[in-house]
């Protein structure tokens, strides 16, 4: 019972974080909000890369050697070929035969 | 799949698939060792839906958290979702019946696939952006009742797998590049955010990157503004005429 209580309050505030924005907005929005929505998504995306990038440690371990190689493959096919699940899958084989093989 | 907009919808939320599965089933398998079966995975994931909070909330329900506890911890962790919705706003806006599941669905992976408000040619956007969502959320929820119900990991090796996610936004993020023609928010996005991780530390700073950016993209507005007005028409058109609909009301 006290699980579900905290599922439910888990599920009730996220969704009202995805959802208040729209209400807020949900007559006008704003020029300055429309302004947000255009140039948000590159930052926030610029803002994600570095998210899950956070736990790579530099100094120790492999020093962030495999991501950085998988990383500039991705970065190189998107650039060359622009086919965002090529780049994602050969992206991650590439990360995964390093971890496992070579790191 | 005989209708174009599933296939296409489909074809896209394919980079998604393998990430989700795989933390989807490691999600299900911390709850099944925490000692909640697949029901309580499926419920997580059909009603949180939000990765990283489902994972803490696996630690909140057996470290024995209060309501208040939980409800502050799940504020800090999803924070970013305000965000997203944002900057949502106009896309969404005429979305119709699809609209609440758009905004209840809006994870960081489906957000990626669809801030840049392209859609395929001849398909209902809207239709297209919920079967894309919804396909995601499968994802999510297989791999997590899955995961419950295998208890251990798959037979072959997965390590190094999540990384399909930061693939999927490195991705994105270079496909941005390519397309807009003003870098400054990309390049803002990116250096606030490293700029936060040195100072605040892997554990708080992403809502400092998050003021941050904001701070810098509002002090630019000028600027930009200016700037979009010269280029308007050859970078964005597709989210250039609902925008000025929305400016058009926004100054009624």
């Not at chain 1, 729209?22 to 890369?49: C, D, Q, S, T």
């Not at chain 2, 490691?26 to 060792?33: A, Q």
């Not at chain 2, 800090?76 to 669905?105: C, D, E, Q, T």
């Not at chain 2, 870098?183 to 400092?208: D, K, R, Y």
């Amino acid at each position: 019972m006290r699980t579900a209580v905290l599922v439910a309050v888990m599920a009730l505030v996220t969704m009202l974080l995805r959802f208040l924005p729209f209400i807020v907005f949900r007559k006008k929005v704003p020029g300055y909000v429309v302004y947000l929505g255009e140039v948000l998504p590159p930052a926030i995306i610029g803002m994600l890369v570095i998210y899950c990038l956070k736990d790579v440690d530099l100094l120790s371990g492999s020093h962030g050697i495999p991501e950085m190689i998988a990383a500039a493959c991705v970065v190189a096919l998107q650039a060359w070929k622009r086919n965002s699940l090529l780049s994602i899958l050969a992206g991650t084989a590439v990360y995964m035969l390093l971890v496992q093989a070579a790191f | 799949m005989k209708s174009p907009v599933v296939r296409q919808a489909f074809i896209k939320s394919v980079p998604v698939m393998a990430g989700y599965v795989v933390l989807g089933i490691g999600f299900g398998i911390l709850l099944r060792n925490a000692g909640y079966g697949a029901l309580w995975a499926f419920a997580m994931s059909a009603f949180i839906y939000a990765g990283s909070m489902q994972y803490v909330g696996v630690g909140l329900i057996t470290g024995g958290a209060s309501v208040i506890t939980t409800a502050l911890t799940t504020l800090m962790v999803n924070a970013r979702h305000l965000f997203y919705s944002i900057s949502m706003i106009s896309r969404y806006r005429n979305a119709g019946k699809y609209k609440p599941y758009l905004i209840f669905a809006l994870t960081d992976e489906t957000y990626s696939l669809l801030c840049d408000g392209k859609t395929p040619e001849g398909v209902d956007p809207n239709l297209y952006r919920f079967l894309v969502s919804f396909f995601n959320q499968c994802y999510w929820v297989s791999g997590s009742v899955l995961g419950s119900l295998l208890g251990t990991v798959l037979p072959f090796s997965t390590e190094g797998i999540e990384f399909s996610m930061t693939a999927l936004f490195i991705a994105s993020f270079t496909e941005q590049w390519i397309t807009l023609r003003d870098h400054i928010p990309a390049a803002t996005g990116l250096a606030s955010t490293l700029l936060c991780l040195v100072i605040f530390g892997s554990e708080s700073f992403l809502i400092p990157a998050m003021l941050l950016i904001t701070l810098i993209l509002t002090l630019l507005r000028g600027r930009m503004t200016e700037d979009r007005s010269k280029v308007s028409g050859q970078t964005e058109e597709k989210i250039l005429p609902a925008d000025i609909s929305d400016r058009e009301e926004a100054e009624i």
